[in-house]
């Protein structure tokens, strides 16, 4: 496959990366997002990229697509009508929920939890129960069993649920289910899709595993018919090239594995990103960056470790809890498009999370919008030149000074300081997540590089990293659509579970080295109906720990070498020295296994550039004019870049503003921007 095509949906624009690997050549392009059908943004951009690389769409190899279809869904509440079948005692679950409160430990604090995505009355609970080791309760009985499909079918139920108590590790009694639904619903004349708990989140933990299950049905049907309409728009063009979907652990999947999964996609388009960033520092040299993405609407925060972004297995869309496997990004509104405003109540400057978003934006893009954004106080203040995209795009820099007018006469100060105080609160409120994502867990920032890409990563980065002092920032020369790339160089991926709870002590290797090579049995499998050749496919395997009586597990990996010939003893110091490395310590503690994983991956062709000599530092060459700029407080005349007209080895010092296609990088003063081999910016403190 030498043409391979990226693209990622943001909220306020479509992002395209084309990769021809048989010439090392690649084409960006950047379109309008366009919210109530994705599918048109996606095959608008598909054409502009192909033009630009003077070659016809269906020439196409593959097109990789991360969606928000699923996250939107979950935010808007716009899913499918869901029934729900449960196990004997047990019909509450969801109403019930978990102990879990967002918010301060202590002082007054509000909180009203998320209503369930299934109403009580399309929860039945089946005459079926039966216990952690297996036995039975309560005998399924298939009658029983199609009376409530029938009863949630005829309320309106679009997908079916089946989460029953233990099925983690007894599946049997949902598989019958499946089966007399099958029946049932084909009696019945209706298309619904099942989904099944041991299928979809095969793990202990009931609530969670519910939630995951229950929110997969709910977003079954929204992902098919639109995974279908786009399929149908892309012969159209024509692009015959097969369509993989993004997970939200940043590897591939086919179509129908997202159909029948769509939890998996809920965090796919700020995994790609995170892809793309750790690829470029592996690239480029550097082992341990922080990633830094902010768009639109939003700002993604990301930790990477030896070119390894970290994976996590539960993560929280729209305040309920799903157990699947993303990458662990931390989010905030905090975005290009969000919009500054004075609190009634404190009197004090809020910036988002509410945005302009795509439609109709912020006020300088000249579609209707009138509220301050960061990204017209970004042109206020001459941090952004008046043309983005190359010269596709005009910004209106009186129409941004218009919309911050009434700002600065609320705050008593004239429109520059106004935009200045803008982009310091939402600077800060950026910083918040990068400690979380950083100093909350024990990583000293100091440490790390910041890698920032998205469209409005470049104005900020600088700015950010002098806070923490993790220098050099990286900005990537495809910093606009770092996303997509990320997606180019994806590999296909999965993982298959299995519960195994047992003192480790106490385990039998060989029952443990068996249950590994059948997991492992399953994801060869997998890979081979994914369509990838055996000599591509490679299968780690993952066993969550934890000390006896801890609530919560950490993640040891090994390979199928080691897997195969597995022993308890260094499966308990290989815990050991991952809790030393992760929280520094480790206790003179029983351990305990509670689950074990294959990681299925499909190795996928990667883009790469050659490094390049570095020449002169003069960065005169790349200079195509001056603008104002607000310095120190008054308005002065800073240079303006054009980045693609920069060499290895240029410097500019700040203050400077470098323009690019996709994106605008703000060097601040007392700070030089230097282009290594790879042409990335390493933005450092002036010596």
């Not at 793309?276 to 700002?299: E, P, Q, W, Y």
């Not at 929280?316 to 699947?324: G, K, S």
């Not at 867990?441 to 104005?459: I, M, Q, T, Y």
Request: one cysteine or more; aromatic letters at 6%.
């Amino acid at each position: 496959m030498t043409l391979r095509i990226g693209v990622d949906v943001g909220g306020t624009f479509t992002d395209v990366f084309l990769y021809d690997s048989a010439h090392s050549r690649f084409w960006l392009a950047k379109t309008p997002s366009t919210p109530v059908n994705q599918a048109e943004g996606v095959i608008k951009g598909i054409i502009e990229v192909c033009a630009k690389a003077g070659l016809e769409p269906r020439r196409l190899d593959a097109v990789l697509h991360g969606t928000t279809v699923a996250t939107n869904a979950l935010l808007e509440g716009k899913g499918a009508r869901v029934g729900l079948l449960t196990s004997y005692g047990w019909r509450n679950i969801l109403h019930l929920a978990d102990s879990w409160t967002p918010g301060p430990l202590f002082g007054f604090f509000s909180y009203s939890p998320p209503e369930p995505v299934v109403p009580f009355e399309r929860i039945r609970a089946l005459n079926e129960r039966i216990t952690a080791d297996g036995e039975t309760v309560l005998a399924l009985d298939d009658a029983d069993v199609e009376q409530r499909i029938r009863e949630v079918v005829e309320q309106g139920a679009e997908a079916l649920t089946v989460c029953l108590m233990h099925s983690y590790a007894h599946p049997g009694n949902e598989e019958r289910v499946a089966e007399v639904a099958k029946s049932v619903l084909a009696d019945l004349g209706a298309d619904i899709p099942v989904s099944l708990s041991s299928d979809v989140s095969p793990e202990f933990r009931e609530y969670e595993r519910a939630v995951t299950t229950v929110l997969n049905s709910y977003l079954g049907p929204v992902m098919r018919r639109y995974l279908s309409s786009l399929e149908v728009s892309l012969r159209e063009v024509p692009v015959m090239a097969a369509l993989q979907v993004v997970r939200s652990d940043g590897g591939l999947m086919s179509v129908g594995g997202a159909q029948a999964h769509p939890i998996a996609t809920a965090l796919s388009g700020p995994s790609g990103g995170v892809n793309g960033a750790a690829f470029v520092a592996k690239r480029a040299g550097f082992d341990k960056i922080i990633t830094f993405d902010m768009g639109g609407t939003s700002s993604d925060v990301a930790v990477c470790i030896g070119g390894v972004p970290e994976v996590t297995r539960e993560t929280r869309v729209a305040a309920f809890p799903v157990r699947a496997p993303a990458i662990n990004v931390e989010t905030i509104g905090a975005g290009g498009g969000s919009i500054a405003n004075v609190s009634e109540v404190t009197g004090g400057l809020r910036v988002g999370p509410e945005s302009a978003g795509a439609q109709p934006g912020p006020a300088c893009y000249g579609r209707g919008g009138e509220l301050p954004t960061v990204t017209d106080a970004n042109l206020v203040l001459g941090h952004l030149t008046a043309t983005l995209l190359g010269g596709d795009m005009l910004l209106d820099r009186d129409a941004a000074i218009r919309a911050h007018e009434p700002l600065a006469a609320q705050l008593d100060v004239d429109v520059y300081r106004a935009a200045q105080a803008v982009v310091d609160i939402v600077n800060g409120n950026m910083l918040g997540a990068l400690r979380v994502a950083t100093v909350q867990k024990g990583l000293n920032p100091k440490e790390f590089s910041l890698l920032s890409f998205g469209g409005a990563g470049g104005l900020h980065a600088n700015a950010l990293a002098s806070e923490l002092g993790c220098f050099p920032v990286i900005v990537p020369p495809e910093a606009g659509v770092l996303s997509a790339l990320g997606f180019v160089v994806a590999d296909v991926r999965n993982e298959f579970a299995q519960a195994f709870m047992a003192a480790v002590d106490r385990a039998d290797a060989v029952t443990l080295r068996g249950a590994l090579r059948d997991l492992g049995v399953r994801a060869d499998a997998w890979l081979e109906g994914e369509g990838v050749p055996a000599a591509k496919r490679s299968v780690r395997y993952v066993l969550d720990m934890r000390y006896r009586r801890q609530g919560y597990e950490i993640a040891v990996e090994i390979d199928a070498e080691t897997a195969e010939s597995l022993e308890l003893e260094t499966l308990t110091a290989l815990f050991h020295a991952e809790h030393a490395r992760l929280y520094g310590f480790q206790l003179p503690a029983p351990v305990e296994l509670v689950m074990v994983r294959s990681r299925a991956i499909g190795h996928t062709e990667k883009a790469d550039l050659e490094p390049q000599p570095e020449g002169p530092a003069d960065p005169r060459p790349s200079l195509v004019g001056t603008q104002a700029s607000w310095v120190d407080g008054a308005l002065h005349d800073i240079p303006v870049h054009d980045r693609a007209l920069m060499t290895p080895g240029m410097r500019v010092e700040g203050k400077a503003v470098i323009t690019q296609y996709d994106s605008t990088i703000l060097v601040l003063p007392g700070h030089v921007a230097r282009v290594d081999p790879w042409f990335n910016l390493l933005i450092e403190e002036a010596r």
